[in-house]
T-cell receptor
Framework: GNSVTQMEGPVTLSEEAFLTINCTYTATGYPSLFWYVQYPGEGLQLLLKATKADDKGSNKGFEATYRKETTSFHLEKGSVQVSDSAVYFC????????????FGTGTQLKVEL | GAGVSQTPSNKVTEKGKYVELRCDPI?????LYWYRQSLGQGPEFLIYFQGTGAADDSGLPNDRFFAVRPEGSVSTLKIQRTERGDSAVYLCASSLGGGAETQYFGPGTRLLVL
C-alpha cells in the first residue's frame, strides 16, 4: 500500500536557523508529493508540491525536491521565522489511485526568538 | 472567493446518537473529499465524490458511516450509533476536478463522543 513517514516532532529552532523535516514514502504507483501546513487555529493549506522525479517545489522560502532514488521529499528552509511555527504534513497522491491523499503523521515546528 | 466551509465547527454528542456534518465546497469545484484526523495523526481518507456520485468510498471505516452529495455541491457526512472512537476532527476538501492536484481544505468539524 501507500504510506508516508515523517520525522517526529516537535522540532524546536531559534529564529533564522536552518530547517529540515524529513519525509520518505512508499507508493505502489507513481506519486505526486505534497507538503501541507496547518497554522494554529487554521485549516490545512498546501505549501508546495512536486509531480515528477527531480522536480523542486517551492513557496514562502520553503523547498522540497522529489527524489525517486531515495523515495524522499524532505522540506527545507534556510532561515525560519517565528511565524513559521505550525504543523507540517507530507502527503502523496498516486495517479489512478482515486485522487485521495495519503498523509504522514505531521511534524510540529516551534520557532523561538 | 469563499473557501471550503464546514458546519458545525464543534459537535458534542453522546454514545449511540446520530450526527450529521456538513461541507460547503468552493463554488465550481466538482470533486469533494472527506478525511478524518485523530489527535496527533495525519488526516485519513474517508470518501471522494466526483459530482453527485461517490467515486471512492474505500476509506469509510464501517457501515455506520455514510455520505451524500445529492446536487453535486454541498455534502453531508452521516454517522449512526456514534462510538467514543469516532471522536476526531472531520475535514472536508474540494478540488476543481477529479484529476486536479490541489485539494483545498475546510477548517474541520471537531466531533466529541461522550
Amino acid at each position: 500500500g501507500n504510506s508516508v513517514t515523517q520525522m517526529e516532532g516537535p522540532v524546536t529552532l531559534s529564529e533564522e536557523a536552518f530547517l529540515t523535516i524529513n519525509c520518505t514514502y512508499t507508493a505502489t504507483g507513481y506519486p505526486s508529493l505534497f507538503w501541507y501546513v496547518q497554522y494554529p487555529g487554521e485549516g490545512l493549506q498546501l505549501l508546495l508540491k512536486a509531480t515528477k522525479a527531480d522536480d523542486k517545489g517551492s513557496n514562502k522560502g520553503f523547498e522540497a525536491t522529489y527524489r525517486k532514488e531515495t523515495t524522499s521529499f524532505h522540506l527545507e528552509k534556510g532561515s525560519v521565522q517565528v511565524s513559521d511555527s505550525a504543523v507540517y504534513f507530507c502527503a502523496l497522491k498516486v495517479t489512478g489511485g482515486g485522487n485521495k491523499l495519503t498523509f504522514g503523521t505531521g511534524t510540529q515546528l516551534k520557532v523561538e526568538l | 472567493g469563499a473557501g471550503v466551509s464546514q458546519t458545525p465547527s464543534n459537535k458534542v454528542t453522546e454514545k449511540g446518537k446520530y450526527v450529521e456534518l456538513r461541507c460547503d465546497p468552493i463554488s465550481g469545484h466538482t470533486a469533494l473529499y472527506w478525511y478524518r484526523q485523530s489527535l496527533g495523526q495525519g488526516p485519513e481518507f474517508l470518501i471522494y465524490f466526483q459530482g453527485t456520485g461517490a467515486a471512492d468510498d474505500s476509506g469509510l471505516p464501517n457501515d455506520r458511516f455514510f455520505a451524500v452529495r445529492p446536487e453535486g455541491s454541498v455534502s453531508t457526512l452521516k454517522i449512526q450509533r456514534t462510538e467514543r472512537g469516532d471522536s476526531a476532527v472531520y475535514l472536508c476538501a474540494s478540488s476543481l476536478g477529479g484529476g486536479a492536484e490541489t485539494q483545498y481544505f475546510g477548517p474541520g468539524t471537531r466531533l466529541l463522543v461522550l
